[in-house]
């Protein structure tokens, strides 16, 4: 069955960095969009980036642009959230899961069938 362990996260300062993996099993990671959100306590889960299946075209939020970069290495079958200049409120629990079949990455949690259990990621100021 599709599976996805997150891992990476961690408690750091305000401008560390830290980056987080996502290890797909269960489907043909190639051939599939990938995301990653976020979810702070009280707050909906919330789109941070995107990727096509080929990586060929990403998208992000605004409230990371610039800061966080999402990768994915297709052989290794793991996708990846580089994330820099960290501020406190980027403290949440943060998800990857699996968009569509040879499409366009989504925006809502509805573009997504199938997710991981999250790694919480803390940042002290």
């Known amino acids: 069955q599709v599976q996805l362990v997150e891992s990476g996260g961690g408690l750091v300062q305000a401008g560390d960095s830290l980056r987080l993996s996502c290890a797909a099993s269960?489907?043909?990671?190639?051939?599939?969009?990938m995301g990653w959100f976020r979810q702070a306590p009280g707050k909906e889960r919330d789109f941070i980036a995107g990727?096509?299946?080929?990586?060929?075209?990403?998208g992000y939020a605004d409230s990371v642009k610039g800061r966080f970069t999402i990768s994915r290495d297709n052989a290794k079958r793991t996708a990846y959230l580089q994330m820099n200049s960290l501020k406190p409120e980027d403290t949440a629990v943060y998800y990857c899961?699996?968009?569509?079949?040879?499409?366009?990455?989504?925006?809502?949690?509805?573009?997504?069938?199938?997710w991981g259990q999250g790694t919480r990621v803390n940042v002290s100021s």
């Open positions: 990727m096509t299946a080929s990586g060929g075209n990403t």
């Open positions: 899961a699996v968009g569509g079949y040879l499409s366009l990455y989504g925006s809502r949690t509805s573009d997504y069938r199938y």
């Open positions: 269960g489907f043909t990671f190639s051939n599939y969009a």
